[in-house]
Every structure is written in C-alpha cells, then in structure tokens.
C-alpha cells in the first residue's frame, strides 16, 4: 500500500515534557527502524524491531528514550522529560524481511521535533 | 565501529555537467552500501544498494561503484539536472547478531544544479 507515514510532522514541545512519535510502516513490513537526525547530519540509529521483538536498542542516547511495537506493525518512539538536546527529525524506516542483508530500507517523512 | 564519510560536503554546478560525489567507510566488512536522496523536509529515498559481491549498480543516469578493499564508493551522475538538487547520503551496513542491517550514514553531499 502506501509509504512509510509518520505523525506528527512538527511537535513542540517545552524542556520536561513528554511526546510520543508514531510511524506505520509499509503493510506486511517486518523489519522497522529508528533514527535521529540532527540539523545537518546524517541519521544515526537508535533502535530496530523485528516484528514485535526490539533486536537492538544500542542506539537509544538515554533511559529517556523507550519505542515500542507491540503487534509487530505501528511502533511509538517516547522520549520522558524532553532536553533541548532532543531536538532532531526522527526517522522510521522499514523493509520487507529482517535478516536479508540485500533489503532496502524504505524511509518515512519524519517527525521533526523542538525542545524549547 | 563502522564510520562514514562524505566529500565534498557541498557541490554547486552548472546544468548538463557530470559529476561524482565520494563516500568512504572504516570497516570493510560491509554486505551493503547504499546510497539514499534527501529533499529538504522530506524522508530518504533510495538511489541504489550495491551488494558487497557487487562493484557497481546503474539505475538511469545514476552509477554508483563499490571498492570494498579500500573502503569506497562513488556515486556517479550523468548529465545533471535541476531536479537532480538535493542532499545525497551514503550508508553502510554494521552487522548485528541477529542480521539486522543497521546502516551508518556520513552527514551527505548537498548538491546544487544550476539552471
């Protein structure tokens, strides 16, 4: 069906806060992944699931980060008590089969996140 | 620890040109490189994914060549085009235990093609 989408776009938040990001990957997609983005860097991963199993979580920057994907599809990115350092674009990506080294990775829009 | 690194950091050129852009690696044993396209405000789109048993891959006006053993690869553009501006990102895979194709990025090439 459709890409990857992702919601919000555009979330403010102010420094303490909570947020929640969503991603719904492509249809029948078992593999998804998370990244940060910072202003003019490239994406730097934080966490993959396959299915509903979170495989590596190495890239996480702190206990305030926890993602989820509880039915093996929609997965929620959390950050507790949001720093300014937070402030990035959050992407999700996702592919076909977990595993397969030749899968490519199919990106959504990404959320971008500010922290006042 | 896979790093990534990309040259130019920006390239400005005229309509029509070819043009390559540079990306090097740290550790060679990678299964995967890709190469993505990135729109301001918008998501990565795949370019091309060469396998590490591969040395090059061509989609259109795009190649893009693989040198595992001294830990490159170009991504080559034939006759540039407007639309063709944007940032070009390279990633590498870093295996994990389970697999999975954890891919590091370098920060990209801005590209810009003038009309």
């Known amino acids: 069906g459709a890409g990857v989408s992702q919601s919000p776009r555009y979330k403010v938040a102010k420094r303490g806060q909570d947020v929640a990001l969503r991603c719904d990957p492509i249809s029948g997609h078992v593999s998804l992944f998370w990244y940060q983005q910072a202003l003019g860097q490239g994406p730097e991963f934080l966490t993959y699931f396959q299915n509903e199993a979170q495989l590596d979580k190495s890239g996480l920057p702190s206990d305030r980060f926890f993602a989820e994907r509880p039915e093996g599809s929609v997965s929620t990115l959390k950050i507790q008590r949001t720093q300014q350092e937070d402030s990035a674009v959050y992407l999700c990506?996702?592919?076909?089969?977990?595993?397969?080294?030749?899968?490519?990775?199919?990106f959504g829009p990404g959320t971008r996140l500010t922290v006042l | 620890k896979q790093e990534v690194t990309q040259i130019p950091a920006a390239l400005s050129v005229p309509e029509g040109e070819n043009l390559v852009l540079n990306c090097s690696f740290t550790?060679?044993?990678?299964?995967?490189l890709q190469w993505f396209r990135q729109d301001p405000g918008k998501g990565l789109t795949s370019l091309l994914l060469?396998?590490?048993?591969?040395r090059e891959q061509t989609s259109g006006r795009l190649n893009a060549s693989l040198d595992k053993s001294s830990g490159r690869s170009t991504l080559y553009i034939a006759a540039s085009q407007p639309g063709d501006s944007a940032t070009y990102l390279c990633?590498?895979?870093?295996?994990?235990?389970?697999?999975?194709?954890?891919?590091?990025f370098g920060k990209g090439t801005k590209l810009t093609v003038n009309p």
């Open positions: 060469i396998q590490s048993s591969q």
């Open positions: 990506a996702s592919s076909f089969v977990g595993g397969w080294r030749t899968d490519t990775q199919y």
């Open positions: 550790d060679s044993a990678i299964y995967n």
């Open positions: 990633a590498a895979d870093e295996s994990y235990q389970g697999g999975s194709e954890k891919l590091v």
